[in-house]
């Protein structure tokens, strides 16, 4: 059977007023992030800040010191946010916004906070039939009202969709503000695969980033599947480019 996918969100926008365990400085990041390849993850999502102001930083030198640190120490898949909407970065225009992520370089991938967005991401990559299968990510919710809490029968409604538009994508269930646990072992039956970490935990957990990834590895491990290195989702993610002739 086929490894799940641990992703590690190691931080988020949020600063330390809502998750007061979350690293900032470069070096607490690196640490974080080879923390949590170590416990299992093979993909690390990560936000830059500026550790004067405790407000992300989108500088994409930045981020090249964070992802650099991490990878030379762990074979681990890192990317980078997007610049939060309302920022300088993101007011400019598209071309400022996303310069990171061009100088970076990144596979696509998709939050999905509404069913809408799972259509509208479909229809994106059909215009681009070169690019590699996007990678959805369900965003279930305790904190926040949007979306669906993390319950099986919305993971079902969202794979419904999905089902319908790509059935070949592959797919994980995350969030913000959650305790996706008790999505964990249901995505697994359903050939899904994670994302825990400080960005999504519930505010104030007194779980670390490492210590979210060993029970989302706990988690797959009673449900008798191993979790994937890197190694085994860039073969997947190869499986997939091209996506369309």
Not at 22 to 34: E, H, K, Q, S, Y
Not at 64 to 93: C, F, H, M, Q
Not at 104 to 123: D, S, V
Request: proline share 8%.
């Amino acid at each position: 059977m086929s490894k799940v996918w641990i992703e590690a969100a190691l931080n988020g926008p949020w600063g330390r007023e809502r998750q007061p365990g979350i690293p900032m400085t470069v070096d607490d990041i690196v640490a974080d992030g080879l923390a949590a390849a170590d416990a299992g993850a093979a993909i690390i999502h990560l936000h830059a800040y500026d550790p004067a102001t405790g407000r992300q930083n989108d500088e994409w030198e930045t981020y090249a010191r964070i992802i650099e640190g991490i990878k030379a120490k762990a074979d681990v898949i890192v990317y980078p946010t997007i610049p939060l909407a309302g920022s300088d970065y993101a007011s400019a225009n598209a071309q400022r916004r996303f310069a990171h992520t061009a100088e970076l370089g990144i596979h696509w991938g998709y939050a999905i906070y509404e069913p809408g967005f799972t259509r509208l991401g479909a229809a994106l990559a059909r215009a681009w039939p070169g690019v590699p299968m996007p990678i959805y990510r369900f965003m279930f919710s305790d904190e926040f009202a949007w979306g669906f809490p993390p319950e099986t029968a919305y993971l079902e409604a969202h794979l419904r969709l999905l089902g319908s538009i790509e059935p070949r994508a592959p797919w994980m269930v995350a969030g913000l503000g959650v305790d996706i646990r008790p999505l964990i072992e249901p995505a697994i039956e359903r050939g899904g695969h994670v994302r825990v970490g400080l960005e999504d935990a519930p505010w104030h957990t007194p779980l670390t980033n490492r210590q979210w990834v060993d029970e989302a590895a706990r988690h797959i491990r009673g449900a008798g599947r191993e979790p994937a290195t890197a190694m085994d989702v860039r073969a997947t993610l190869a499986a997939s480019h091209p996506r369309r002739k």
